[in-house]
């Protein structure tokens, strides 16, 4: 069973460019969620999709959005983005909202300079 | 604020002996309580949970206790092998069904 796959695994992108970041989850998995990790911070929810709908939202700028498709793949999007977006954006998986165990993918590695 | 406070970065433990992993929580509405591993490179991986109603659920080497009055909860690892140096994070859902995580403690096993 293949698991949560995300591409590219790393990014290099300029101040004020935008980005894109894609997320297969597993076979069957219907709710996709989006963290970012950072050395500070540790990891924060950035948003929730379940059936093509945003279901929950962190506390993120508007500058992060996501979309889910009909087959359940996802994709996020930083617009103009700044240096302190540079991060690991790891997507993860389940076969409903409110099914804690996630799958997570291994990431993307976004450096913005 | 943070909901979810794991106060120490970096633990080291010898091999073969026990690894505590200490988390502490703020919300009281917490009702379900999740660890995750994480290696370098790779997506964190689901250890183990726990349910308010419990104090205690083992898996293996793996167990987790939680103290709901001192809002606090442990895993233990016993015995720790190399294989578990990693970081692990405490999780918990909140009423929005959005997992908070700490900020992860990072685990070293000695030879």
């Known amino acids: 069973k293949a698991g949560v796959t995300q591409t590219p695994r790393y990014l290099i992108k300029t101040r004020g460019q935008q980005v894109t970041l894609s997320c297969s989850p597993i076979?069957?998995?219907?709710?996709v969620s989006w963290y970012q990790q950072t050395p500070g911070q540790g990891l924060q929810f950035l948003f929730e999709y379940f059936s093509e709908t945003q279901r929950n939202k962190g506390n993120f700028p508007g500058r992060f959005s996501g979309r889910q498709f009909s087959n359940s793949r996802s994709e996020m999007n930083v617009s103009t983005l700044e240096l302190g977006d540079s991060a690991l954006y790891l997507c993860?998986?389940?076969?409903?909202?409110?099914?804690?165990?996630?799958?997570f993918g291994s990431g993307t590695r976004l450096t913005v300079v | 604020d943070q909901q979810v406070k794991q106060n120490s970065p970096s633990l080291s433990v010898q091999e073969g002996r026990i690894s505590i992993l200490n988390c502490d929580y703020t919300?009281?509405?917490?009702?379900?309580f999740l660890w995750y591993k994480k290696y370098p490179a790779e997506g964190p991986t689901f250890l183990i949970s726990i349910s308010s109603i419990k104090d205690k659920n083992e898996d293996g080497r793996f167990t987790v206790f939680l103290n709901k009055s001192a809002k606090h909860l442990s895993l233990h690892i016993v015995p720790s092998q190399p294989g578990d140096s990693a970081v692990y994070f405490c999780a918990a859902p909140n009423r929005d069904d959005k997992i908070i995580f700490g900020k992860g403690t990072r685990l070293h096993i000695l030879p």
């Open positions: 993860a998986s389940s076969p409903e909202p409110a099914d804690y165990g996630y799958t």
């Open positions: 919300n009281s509405m917490f009702d379900y």
């Open positions: 076979s069957g998995h219907r709710s």
